[in-house]
């Protein structure tokens, strides 16, 4: 069954470092997404990308973030400057598309990063 | 701006004791409701989408059905491996809206 993976499964940074992670979406899908859990808490949505462009973010996702589709499969998350408060699980998810005939908007997601800011 | 309302928090039930998971929600508009299964450490597992008030969806010992401010993930004679955190997501209909908003979940304990 086809899926989405992240690596790596666990990220430790020093703060004020750059971090990368990395996720290869479901092969078929168009729309990409990342999430973050700060650990007991709930998952937020970060952004969302269609056709190389960012399609909706969050407030969360301030100058810091930034996505990419760097060649056919790969989709990244770039934290430029990490804080401490950016620890945190973070999932990508895919889906076929946006609009909901056929259950064609169903996110599936990935296991997640965990990252860790010291 | 969307909410999510899960509740309850946390559940313990015995091995074949049956029960529902409550999310309440609000949207600008619905254009779907998710359920999701997460086990400690992993990612969301899809489980449910809904989209119409009325709809019901049945999956094993799972059942989810929808109103127009709520939803409910009905267990059926539990057992341990259905432990986990429940997870429940709106997505609105505004163009352009594509994340989902989630509730806090209901972290389930089957006891056998």
């Known amino acids: 069954e086809p899926e989405v993976t992240q690596t790596p499964s666990h990220q430790v940074t020093q703060m004020g470092q750059e971090v990368i992670l990395r996720c290869v979406p479901i092969?078929?899908?168009?729309?990409f997404y990342w999430y973050r859990q700060i650990l007991g808490q709930k998952v937020e949505f970060l952004v969302s990308?269609?056709?190389?462009?960012?399609?909706?973010k969050s407030e969360i996702f301030d100058d810091q973030f930034s996505v990419e589709r760097p060649d056919g499969s790969n989709f990244t998350l770039k934290i430029r400057s990490t804080k401490l408060e950016d620890s945190a699980m973070y999932f990508c998810?895919?889906?076929?598309?946006?609009?909901?005939?056929?259950?064609?908007?169903?996110?599936?997601f990935g296991a997640g990063t965990r990252l860790s800011v010291l | 701006e969307d909410q999510v309302t899960q509740s309850p928090e946390a559940l313990r039930l015995q091995e074949g004791e049956s029960s529902s998971l409550n999310c309440s929600y609000t949207?600008?508009?619905?254009?779907?409701l998710f359920w999701y299964r997460q086990d400690p450490g992993k990612g969301p597992e899809f489980l449910f989408t809904?989209?119409?008030a009325g709809e019901e969806k049945e999956k094993e010992r799972l059942k989810a059905t929808l109103t127009k401010k709520e939803s409910f993930l009905h267990i059926t004679a539990p057992k341990p491996e259905d432990s986990a955190t429940y997870l429940c997501?709106?997505?609105?209909?505004?163009?352009?809206?594509?994340?989902?908003?989630f509730g806090k979940g209901t972290h389930l304990i089957i006891q056998p």
């Open positions: 998810a895919s889906s076929e598309a946006r609009y909901r005939g056929m259950a064609k908007n169903i996110q599936y």
């Open positions: 092969s078929n899908h168009l729309y």
């Open positions: 990308f269609y056709n190389n462009e960012i399609s909706e």
């Open positions: 949207v600008s508009g619905l254009r779907g």
């Open positions: 809904l989209y119409s």
């Open positions: 997501a709106v997505q609105a209909m505004i163009g352009g809206a594509d994340g989902l908003t």
